[in-house]
């Protein structure tokens, strides 16, 4: 299963926008570890994999707030199928908000 997926809810259960992008934000900050996360959302090897890789792009943001506006923007806008509706083109959009605030 995909991370992204679950988020956007083309997978269940999916995993609600808010509540992950919560628990990322603790994890980060190091209030909350990678196996509570892991089990808040019952995520597999795969999942938890890409929820490493979320929150190792988040560390590189140094504007925090501003990325994770992004991120959630992100995803509810695939989660209307909208925009960012491949799980590489949210990345992608990730990956360009790192180097727009990196300069």
Known sequence: ??????LIGTELP???IH???SAMDEWARGFLTAQEVIGF???DASE??????????????TDK???MRVFKDCLY???QELAYTTQAEFVQRLNDEIT???G
């Open 1 to 6: 299963m995909a991370l992204y997926t679950r």
């Open 14 to 16: 999916k995993i609600r």
């Open 19 to 21: 509540s992950f992008t």
């Open 41 to 43: 959302f019952d995520l």
């Open 48 to 61: 938890q994999t890409q929820a490493q890789s979320l929150v190792s792009i988040y560390n590189q943001a």
């Open 65 to 67: 707030v501003r990325f």
């Open 77 to 79: 806008l695939a989660e």
């Open 100 to 102: 727009a605030q990196n």
